[in-house]
Each structure stands twice: as structure tokens, then as C-alpha cells.
């Protein structure tokens, strides 16, 4: 596959991102407008709670999801919060929740609220994707990384996400390497997203490649493979141009 081939296909496999502090309406409806390109829409765009029926209105005549976040970005909040957060997510209208992991709890040892968590996050989405965010940055350990991971599995996830982006540390090739080894190695259909710090086609063709190496050519459609990001759209589309 060309470049041009590959730049397409990363299009159909991200999701495109907003999530700043100073989000209104109108950079909302913006990033909905990038997200449909003459390559077909991105996978998802990903949005706060507050901004969910502003992107599904725009978007309603799309295939395009509505992706949101719970217990974001620190992955502290309670239960009950948390619970309260997903419930207001799917009632706006959100196709796909992406949720931080309590790694502080899972560092610590807490492995009760892990499961707790777990329990909440599997029953309130149902149908509904998931996507759970390790932050691998503050995790670190290649062991404690797969330890996390595994956990995760056990509750048939849909996806295992890197990063919330809003740590020092967000996605690496290492850290992707760890998630795509243990999902090969756990035989479930779990996806994989990469998030956080990924702004061009080079470093987001590594992931793709990545994926493709350990579970195979065909593993990275939009059903198993995601990258989250703000600005890598621009020159995704500037190397699919080039194939013009």
C-alpha cells in the first residue's frame, strides 16, 4: 500500500478530537466539518459531554460516531459519578464512551475499585463501545502496562486506549506494542487507540504498521484500530492529495 492508500485509511480510522477547556459551539461544528473528507468521514469525533447533540445534529446523515469521555481526564472520580457521567453521555446521544482507568487505584494496589469500575463501565455502556484509557505515561512499567491491560480483558472491553493526552507523557510505540502483544495473546476481539501527542502521518503510519506486524494485514479497520487525535487530520490529508 502507498502512502496515499495508507493516509486514506488512517482518515477512516481516527477520531478526531476536541477537547479543551475553551470548546464552544462553533469549534465544535468546525471539527465536525473536518471530520467529513473527500475520503470519507474519520471514524469518530470525540467531544465533551456538553457537545455531544451539537455533533450528532450536524452529523445525523453520516456513518461518523459521537464519541465522548467519563472520569476524564484524571480517572478519579467515584462510582457513582462516573456512572452519572456515562448515563448523561448515552442520553445525549453518544455512540462510543471513552473512559481513564483508575490507574491510581490499580497502582496502589485498590484492585477492588478496579473491579468495581469494571462492573460499572461494562453494564452502563451494553451495547454501546467502550474504549478504556490505561495513560500508559503514568503507568510506565512495561509488566505494570500488560498487568492493566489483562485486567481489562477480562471484561470484554472494546477498545484499550494509550493515553487521555493531557499527561507528560501520552502515546508510545512501546507502550502500543505492550496493548496490541496482550490483546494477540488473550484471543478477544478488543480494538486498540492510540491517543495523545500524534500529529503527522509518519508517526501515525508506526502504529498502523505496528498493528498490522503483530496481529495481522487485515486487524486495523475502524472496528479495531483508532488513533486520537487534533491535528493529525491536516496532513493525513495532505499526503491523500498527493494521490490525486
Known sequence: MDDYQTARQLIGCLDLTSLNSNDNEETIIHLCEKAITPYGGTAAVCVYPQWI?????????TPIKIASVANFPNGNNDIKQIKDEIKKA??????????????HDFLIG?????RR???TIHRECGKH????????????????IAAATRFCLEYDVGFIKTS????PVSATIGAANIILETIRDS???????ASGGIKDYEEARKYLILSEVILG???PDSNHFRIGASSLLDDLLKIANKGE
Open 53 to 61: 447533540s451539537t455533533a450528532k445534529k450536524y452529523l445525523k446523515k
Open 90 to 103: 448515552l442520553s445525549n446521544g453518544a455512540d462510543e464512551i471513552d473512559i481513564v482507568f483508575p490507574y
Open 110 to 114: 485498590n484492585i477492588d475499585n478496579c
Open 117 to 119: 469500575f469494571m462492573e
Open 129 to 144: 463501545t467502550n474504549k478504556i484509557i490505561l495513560e500508559t505515561g503514568e503507568l510506565k512499567h512495561v509488566s505494570t
Open 164 to 167: 487521555t493526552g493531557k499527561t
Open 187 to 193: 484471543g478477544k476481539n478488543t480494538g486498540f487507540k
Open 217 to 219: 494485514k487485515t486487524w
